[in-house]
């Protein structure tokens, strides 16, 4: 489960960064971006290593 954890939030970060460039899906590629940060202080609040 942690593993498809950190999976998902690197496959928010890679959208973030197209979206950021291509600029076609708005707003939402932000909120994107929040939640897989999000996934990645949680997984380090945890304890457990990246």
């Known amino acids: 489960m942690s593993n ?3 999976t ?3 496959i928010l970060v ?3 960064a197209l979206g ?5 899906l ?4 932000h909120i994107l971006l929040v939640i897989a940060v999000i996934a990645i ?3 380090l609040i945890k ?3 990246i």
């Open 14 to 16: 890679i959208l973030w």
């Open 8 to 10: 998902v939030a690197v």
């Open 4 to 6: 498809l954890l950190y």
């Open 47 to 49: 304890g457990r290593s």
């Open 41 to 43: 202080l949680f997984r």
């Open 20 to 24: 950021f460039f291509v600029y076609s």
């Open 26 to 29: 708005g707003s939402i590629i």
